[in-house]
């Protein structure tokens, strides 16, 4: 899967890294927060709103977020709970 938002972001990222007038800490802070992005981008990508199969509880109605072909511990249809 090809997205747009890497390369672009990734470039940011260098250019930061490469720049010593911004001052520490906050050349960090700003690497962290384009990773988080970089990060966020991804999961949206690979989240699905697809119902589950069978509702664990067919009272509550629950949206699956599951990448396709695997399973998280966090979605409300197929994790524990946790």
């Not at 007038?21 to 990773?35: C, D, E, G, T």
């Not at 992005?37 to 629950?62: C, F, W, Y």
């Not at 396709?68 to 966090?74: F, I, S």
Request: with cysteine; charged share 25%.
């Amino acid at each position: 899967m090809t997205d747009p938002y890497t390369p672009a972001i990734n470039t940011f990222i260098e250019q930061i890294k490469a720049d010593k007038s911004i001052v520490q800490p906050w050349r960090n802070y700003a690497l962290k927060h384009l990773q988080e992005a970089l990060a966020e981008i991804r999961m949206g990508l690979t989240t699905s709103n697809a119902k589950p199969d069978e509702p664990a509880d067919p009272i509550v109605q629950t949206f699956c977020t599951c990448p396709a072909g695997g399973r998280r511990r966090d979605c409300p249809a197929h994790g524990d709970g946790r």
